[in-house]
């Protein structure tokens, strides 16, 4: 069974960093696209960032700002989050596509930006 | 970065259909297909459909999705009240190099 499980989530200063871990399982790590998906609190779905082999893509919302990245070694997909905004609070999902469409999520880790 | 355009809310009768739609346009849903996507309050979402009509294993027949042009749709039968949700289309845009997502749309089962 295919299986995403994200942490790192907390609160955190406007202007601070955080990083966001998602562990996989089920798959070949390698050969699957992953990505990030948040939803600010009472608000709708927002695609955040990509990973599939040597590409990156990125929201307009956090470009320059976050970084995708992944772990082969230990089957971990990464989010560094710098200089975060209050409108950055939001449940951050790990998802990965296929077919089109996010076939896979996790549950879920809060990120609250807050002083 | 736009999104797709869904309405906010649809309210049906149990036991009747409801049809939920999601207008892009020809770089994203007209071009690449929208899939659909079930999320219950305090839960991640799920896929319903994939490719405009496409369910994956497990998803009842009750839940059948189609496309128009840039019009994605989403038809559920025979409503119960676990229908209740919000539903979400999403889709890639080949021109922008982005997913999208519609804004979502809370079905309510009266």
Redesign the interface.
């Known amino acids: 069974e295919e299986q995403l499980l994200e942490s790192g989530g907390g609160l955190v200063q406007p202007g601070g960093s955080l990083r966001l871990s998602c562990a996989t399982s089920g798959f070949t790590f390698s050969n699957f696209a992953l ?1 990030w ?1 948040r939803q600010a609190p009472g608000k ?4 955040v960032s ?1 990973s599939s082999g040597g590409n990156r ?1 990125y ?2 919302s956090v470009k320059g700002r976050f970084t995708i990245s992944r772990d082969s070694s230990k089957n971990t997909l990464y989010l560094q989050m710098n200089s975060l905004r209050a409108e950055d609070t939001a449940v951050y ?1 790990c998802t990965k ?1 296929g ?5 896979i ?4 880790t809060m990120v609250s930006v807050s002083s | 970065q736009a999104g797709l355009t869904q309405p906010p809310s649809v309210s049906m009768g149990l036991r009747q259909t409801a049809t939920l739609t999601c207008t892009g346009n020809s770089n994203n849903v007209g071009n690449h297909g929208a899939a659909w996507l079930q999320q219950h309050q305090g839960h991640p979402p799920k896929l319903l459909s994939y490719r405009n009509d496409n369910r994956p294993s497990g998803i009842s027949e009750r839940f059948s999705a189609s496309r128009s042009g840039n019009t994605a749709s989403l038809t559920i039968t025979g409503l119960q009240p676990e229908d209740e949700a919000d539903y979400y289309c999403s889709a890639w845009d080949s021109s922008l190099s982005v997913w999208v997502f519609g804004g979502g749309t809370k079905l309510t089962v009266l």
């Open positions: 990505s998906v709708g779905l927002e695609w990509t893509w929201a307009d999902y596509p077919n089109d469409a996010f076939e999520w996790g549950q879920g």
